[in-house]
């Protein structure tokens, strides 16, 4: 919730939060939306569950990874040695920062509306003020709450810069409430998130964010093919960070489902599917077992998986095709020198 004790600053000049549809849960000031927020989002996130259970082969969104636990179970991944997109994305904008912010200008015009996608922290974006310097910055998270207190940190930081916080599940639709980009805008999507969509989804993100710079660009961050061994190790590191993450999935539909998964019942397990250049994470039942949830059972057997994420893996040439594909045009993209990971610009 927001706090009641403002600063000063904070209360001539607090950021705007509007709450969208699909929102997991929702804590505004103001309800200033076009959107009819979700009735019970809840209910519609249990649903969805359910319906994977239940599927065969099994699977769960990873949006189910990101409860409060689950969110730091993932910061404490960007750490780990195994696990290099983070620390290589941070470092190709250390590199080239002033470069890509003056690539990115040249396609927007001065001072966009930097549209911030799974915005979390807000860290990754807030770099980019001192170069991009945006006349607004709009970050877009399904998880309202740590948005809204990132936004609320930011905003003492810099009083001036006009910040709105939409809360929305952008992995079903990417769309914003009408004026709040009013102009050219960057869409930033680091993190190589766009690799946990399936290619046709992606494709469809992309095409919803283009139109939503219209006349500006995406700057999306992109883990690229590399060796097998290497892609393995960063999804079952040696500590089991995350092992642990992809089994707190479990106790996240226990509390959504009221379900009767016992963790210790699963083990991770995380797999390059070359074929589909993807790294894809399931849990596997350790032996025969049945879960329970209000409304559904399944009994599974020893070996069956719950598919949990597919993280897929582009080339340089494969995903400038995709962003073409999504109607953009004068791309370019910067890298680490190893070629793990890619930065890439395209003009909307
Ligand atoms: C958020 N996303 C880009 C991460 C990835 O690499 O696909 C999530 C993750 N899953 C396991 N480790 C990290």
Redesign the pocket.
Known sequence: MLPTTLTPPMQMNAPRLLQLHNAGTYAGNNADTDTDPDPDPDAALAAEAAAGLLAKPAFAS?KF?YDTLGSRL?EA?TALEE?Y?TRTENAIFASHGAAIARAALARTGAAPVLVDLGAGSCAKASRLFGTVRPRRYVAVDIAVEFVTQALQHLQRENPELDLVGVGQDFSARLQLPAGVVDGPALVFYP???I??FAPDDALRLLREARELAAGGALLVGV?LIKPRALLEA??DDALGV?AA??LNLLRHLNRLLGADFAPRDWRHVALFNAEASR?E?HLEAKSDLQVRWTGGERSFSAGERIHT?S?HKWTPASFSALLRDAGCHDIQHWQDERGWFGVFLAAA
């Open positions: 990873p990874f993932f991944i696990y997109p993190g190589s998130s690799g946990n883990d960063a999804y995350t993450f992809n790294v994470m994420e993280s």
